[in-house]
């Protein structure tokens, strides 16, 4: 299958800061990545899905402001968390998306802590 | 909201055939069912897919009901390293998106 990753694997950050999770699709065109988080014991959550040089559609009750996507090229997309609190501390799960029928391809996640 | 149901855990042992069930009784005429595990603090894995058939790969078989409410994909010969959470996913219609749902957390027994 496709390989897709993810830098950095894991981060810690204070409180008000802001931090970039980057998502790579490292063998195949990815014209569509989600964005998902996950908190412990729990379920993947998606928060926003991304097409290729168009803004990302999020999912309800998600903040657009807070959680920018950014999908500027067909193998890249970014995820910056602004204004970082420890309540955003989670793991966060790319995926890619562009082969048929329609399988995803994920990464392999970044654990976030904000202190 | 998930379209599918999965009982929340099982266990299996090592060696044993593990029968992980899934309905999905809204399913509509061509919507695919996904399998994929995650492994702890790991991205999720791509299991199998099947539409109406079964199907079989490397890793494991789906058997879809010919109603297509529900499936059932078997690990033949479960290993220590099949730990993991299963989750069962039926894609939204033309798009790639899908809603996971709580998954059945399957811990093989030594």
């Known amino acids: 299958g496709a390989v897709v990753s993810q830098h950095p694997s894991w981060v810690i950050c204070k409180s008000g800061t802001s931090v970039k999770i980057e998502c790579r699709s490292l063998?195949?065109?990815?014209?569509?990545m989600f964005w998902y988080r996950q908190f412990p014991k729990q379920s993947l959550m998606l928060m926003a899905t991304?097409?290729?040089?168009?803004?990302?559609?999020?999912e309800q009750g998600v903040e657009k402001d807070k959680f920018l996507i950014n999908h500027a090229s067909l193998t890249l997309s970014t995820l910056t968390v602004t204004s970082a609190h420890p309540e955003d501390s989670s793991f966060y799960i790319c995926?890619?998306?562009?082969?048929?029928?329609?399988?995803?391809?994920f990464g392999p996640g970044t654990r976030l802590t904000v202190t | 909201d998930a379209k599918t149901t999965q009982p929340p855990s099982m266990d299996c042992a090592e060696g044993r055939a593990a029968n992980l069930p899934c309905n999905h009784s809204?399913?509509?005429?061509?919507?695919?069912v996904y399998w994929y595990r995650q492994i702890h603090s790991q991205g999720p894995q791509y299991i199998i897919h099947?539409?109406?058939n079964n199907e079989t790969n490397e890793m494991a078989s789906l058997i879809i009901t010919e109603d297509r409410k529900s499936s059932t994909l078997i690990l033949p010969h479960a290993t220590l390293r099949d730990t993991a959470v299963y989750y069962c996913?039926?894609?939204?219609?033309?798009?790639?998106?899908?809603?996971f749902g709580t998954g059945t957390r399957l811990k093989v027994l030594a």
């Open positions: 063998d195949f065109q990815a014209t569509t």
């Open positions: 996913i039926v894609r939204e219609t033309g798009t790639y998106k899908y809603i």
């Open positions: 991304s097409n290729e040089g168009s803004k990302a559609t999020y």
């Open positions: 099947g539409l109406k």
């Open positions: 995926s890619a998306g562009g082969g048929s029928p329609y399988e995803q391809y």
């Open positions: 809204t399913i509509s005429g061509n919507e695919y």
